[in-house]
């Protein structure tokens, strides 16, 4: 059974930084295709950043430069290195996974999300 956990969200300032955890179970890391997403009040979910299972990145225009996603050395956690904030990147974020060498951006090709971790800038 695939299980997604996130952590790490918190209330920070403008320019301060925060590191989101997920911690995966329940599947093959290397044969997954996982990624972050956010969802702010009102709006659609939204890609962040996304990372196939040979590590390839693809980052949203708005986190470029800003945002790095990693693989812990076990595997089974993922990260998201998130400096220099901004308010507009208030919103809850979510892990995914999608079995597959590589989905993408899209929120709808993935099957499996966690509960989600709320990040506010102010």
């Known amino acids: 059974q695939v299980q997604l956990v996130e952590s790490g969200g918190a209330s920070v300032h403008s320019g301060e930084s925060l590191e989101l955890s997920c911690q995966a179970s329940?599947?093959?890391?290397?044969?997954?295709?996982m990624g972050w997403f956010r969802q702010a009040p009102g709006k659609e979910r939204e890609e962040v950043v996304a990372?196939?299972?040979?590590?390839?990145?693809h980052y949203a225009d708005p986190v470029k430069g800003r945002f790095t996603i990693s693989k812990g050395p076990a595997k089974n956690t993922l990260y998201l290195q998130m400096n220099s904030l901004k308010p507009e990147d208030t919103a809850m974020y979510y892990c995914?996974?999608?079995?597959?060498?590589?989905?993408?951006?899209?929120?709808?090709?993935?099957?499996?999300w966690g509960q989600g971790t709320q990040v506010t800038v102010s």
């Open positions: 995914a996974a999608e079995e597959g060498r590589w989905v993408g951006g899209d929120a709808r090709q993935y099957s499996f």
């Open positions: 990372i196939g299972s040979d590590g390839t990145t």
């Open positions: 329940g599947f093959t890391y290397a044969t997954y295709c």
